[in-house]
C-alpha cells in the first residue's frame, strides 16, 4: 500500500514558477514509477510527467516539455516537479500516482489526493 501527499500549489502569475512535491509512504517507494497528471475543470485527467523507479528515463507530455522537470529523491519518498514559464492552460489540480511501470493513461494503483495550480494572466 502506498499514500500519497502532494503539496506545492498556488496561485501563481504567467511566466512564474512552481515546485510541487509529492510525499509516499512505504518502504518500497523506489520499486514504483511515479508520474503527474493533472485535470482541470469539465476536462478529463491528462499525463504530464511519468519518472522510472531508479530515476532514470523521464517523459513529457507535448504541452509542458521544455518548461517542466520531474524528478524524484528515494531516499526522501518523494518526487517532484518544477513548473517553469507557467501558462494560464496550465491551471489544474496537479495529481501524482504511482504504479510499478511508467503509463501515459491514468490507469495508475495509487493517487494523491491533488493539489491546485492556478496561473493567472
Known amino acids: 500500500q502506498v499514500q500519497l501527499v502532494e503539496s506545492g500549489g498556488g496561485l501563481v502569475q504567467a511566466g512564474g514558477s512552481l515546485r510541487l512535491s509529492c510525499a509516499a509512504s512505504?518502504?518500497?517507494?523506489?520499486?514504483?514509477?511515479m508520474a503527474w497528471f493533472r485535470q482541470a475543470r469539465g476536462k478529463e485527467r491528462t499525463f504530464v510527467a511519468g519518472?522510472?523507479?531508479?530515476?532514470?528515463?523521464?517523459l513529457y507530455s507535448d504541452s509542458v516539455k521544455g518548461r517542466f522537470t520531474m524528478s524524484r529523491d528515494n531516499a526522501k519518498n518523494t518526487v517532484y516537479l518544477q513548473m517553469n514559464s507557467l501558462k494560464p492552460e496550465d491551471t489544474a489540480v496537479y495529481y501524482c500516482a504511482a504504479r510499478r511501470t511508467i503509463a501515459t493513461m491514468p490507469l495508475y494503483d495509487y493517487w494523491g489526493q491533488g493539489t491546485q495550480v492556478t496561473v493567472s494572466s
Open positions: 519518472i522510472s523507479g531508479s530515476g532514470g528515463p523521464t
Open positions: 512505504g518502504r518500497t517507494f523506489s520499486s514504483y514509477a
